[in-house]
């Protein structure tokens, strides 16, 4: 059993025993930045997001028209309504940031994709090869100038395709790709041991706004997980144990050929020599975080042959009587504007307008459906996760916990009555009133399972997969013009005990709460001020 294991167990019972260090403050006042920083790397604009398509049938089948690959405004857009600054958060909300946004060092960006605590600690950067619109290089994208960063000029798709290793299929045959990489203090300076637990989300989370985003344009984003990732690290010019490489995603390119034979010309161990300049005085090291990051590092050697996850499938849904649920209408917001629109509502829910029976059956079937998508995954293979729903207040059905079956598209109760008690007791937090949400939804993984099946990296599977639903969850009830919110501060074990899941290796990682906001809420247009 490796170090995966244990870290799992301790995220899971951090309610009751807390995770070291437990007298751990974080210094605000030395937080990093929330990118990473070249000062002497040359920046080069992107071009401006394409037109929205707004909403209704015909914008939609504007928005999904098909493209025979990527461009550079489509990648521009993508990367805009993802990572992207698109408003900044001026909002009256019960969070505990709420008196530090009005000033500008501080300000809060909202962008198309959630992050835990709103670090955005993912770096991406484009390794551009020939056939593309710039020079072939590397490149770090900017997501406050919204711009491109060169690091390195040179074709190095073949180095990132060496470090993927044999069994990469078509990703192999890529000559565009994108890195993702986590600097662990963007996120660690806050939360120290559990931040590995929260950036694997944030991964997942990206990959897939994009594969929402680029699915409106018939595109594949495919993120492969097993690769050199020592050996990326160094041609990102980053310390493995500062940087983790957490996914490789290949493009398909329109009007791109195959890869070049014959090497580019560069060595093989050729490295950026920009540096990012860290902004916090003093850097902290933790133990855990360290320990973690070293057994789940990427080796191309260890990628798990096909339908090794179906060990570790979702268990059938549980419990008597199943409800009916009515089919997911259409939303009346394309995928775009709904990741432009998406928020946290941070105690903004009011509990006096129910959610709709189809807006909350959308919400169930959309996550259930939802999938990290890595090579791992066979494509026709069962889902890791399952879905429980607490129901306070949906139209036509009764408060209580409930099971979701996807395939019959039915709730099965698993406890009756209101839950919102269980619910505020078991979280941590004082900024959301979880009774007023009209349901909270809770996926779950067999975490261990999971280990058990592909090894320790699978522990960046698993946080992924829940980050990808999670994602999908906010784009689902923006799109619906529903609140939503997302939580890691509850009590694991005790949502284990309510939905009956003890026993079975079933872990409840987040919780996601959705309904309607308050009418009128205050807030401040900074951008007509």
């Not at 170090?3 to 260090?21: L, S």
């Not at 000559?175 to 929260?198: D, E, G, I, P």
């Not at 791109?256 to 020599?273: F, H, K, N």
């Amino acid at each position: 059993m490796g170090y995966a294991h244990v870290y799992a167990h301790e995220i899971m019972h951090r309610g009751r025993v807390p995770m070291e260090p437990v007298d751990f403050v974080p210094d605000w006042a030395d937080r990093p930045r929330k990118a990473k920083f070249h000062p002497e790397a040359e920046t080069l604009p992107l071009p401006a997001a394409l037109p929205d398509a707004g909403a209704g049938a015909e914008a939609d089948a504007v928005a999904r028209r098909p493209a025979a690959g990527f461009t550079l405004p489509l990648l521009s857009g993508m990367l805009r309504d993802s990572y992207g600054l698109t408003g900044r958060r001026l909002a009256v909300q019960a969070n505990t940031d709420l008196a530090a946004l009005p000033h500008y060092t501080q300000a809060n960006w909202s962008r198309g994709t959630a992050s835990g605590g709103g670090l955005y600690p993912v770096g991406i950067h484009w390794a551009a090869g020939p056939g593309g619109p710039l020079t072939p290089g590397l490149y770090h994208y900017a997501p406050h100038q919204h711009g491109l960063r060169r690091l390195l000029t040179g074709d190095v798709t073949g180095q990132v395709r060496d470090a993927l290793g044999p069994g990469a299929g078509a990703a192999a045959e890529a000559t565009q790709y994108l890195v993702l990489s986590v600097k662990y203090w963007q996120n660690a300076f806050k939360y120290n041991s559990f931040s590995f637990h929260a950036v694997s989300m944030d991964v997942g989370a990206l990959v897939q706004t994009w594969r929402l985003w680029a699915a409106q344009y018939g595109l594949r984003i495919d993120p492969v997980l097993w690769f050199d990732e020592e050996r990326l690290a160094r041609l990102l010019g980053v310390t493995p144990e500062e940087e983790g490489v957490f996914a490789v995603v290949p493009l398909t390119w329109e009007g791109a050929g195959a890869p070049p034979g014959g090497g580019s010309g560069l060595p093989a161990d050729v490295a950026v020599r920009h540096r990012d300049v860290e902004r916090s005085r003093r850097v902290l090291v933790f133990e855990t975080l360290l320990r973690v990051h070293e057994a789940t590092a990427g080796r191309a050697a260890d990628r798990p042959e096909p339908g090794a996850l179906d060990a570790a499938a979702a268990l059938p849904p549980r419990g008597p009587d199943p409800l009916p649920l009515p089919p997911p209408p259409a939303p009346p917001a394309g995928t775009g504007r709904a990741l432009r629109e998406r928020r946290s509502s941070f105690g903004r829910f009011e509990a006096t307008r129910p959610v709709a029976a189809e807006e909350f059956a959308a919400a169930l079937a959309d996550c259930a459906a939802t999938r990290y998508g890595t090579e791992a995954e066979r494509p026709d293979g069962p889902p890791l996760t399952s879905l429980y729903a607490f129901v306070n207040h949906v139209e036509g059905i009764a408060p209580g916990a409930y099971a979701y079956d996807p395939a019959a598209h039915t709730l099965r109760p698993v406890k009756p009555g209101p839950p919102g008690p269980f619910l505020q007791r078991t979280y941590f937090l004082s900024n959301y009133n979880l009774e007023q949400a009209g349901a909270v939804l809770v996926p779950t993984v067999r975490t261990t399972a999971v280990l058990d099946s592909v090894g320790d990296r699978g522990y960046r599977l698993v946080g992924g997969t829940i980050g990808a639903v999670a994602e999908t969850f906010y784009t689902t009830a923006a799109a619906f013009g529903l609140g939503a919110g997302v939580a890691l501060g509850f009590d694991n074990i005790a949502y284990i005990e309510e939905l009956g899941l003890t026993g079975t290796d079933e872990a409840p990682l987040l919780i996601m709460l959705l309904g309607h906001e308050r009418p009128r809420p205050a807030d401040f247009r900074h951008e007509i001020a």
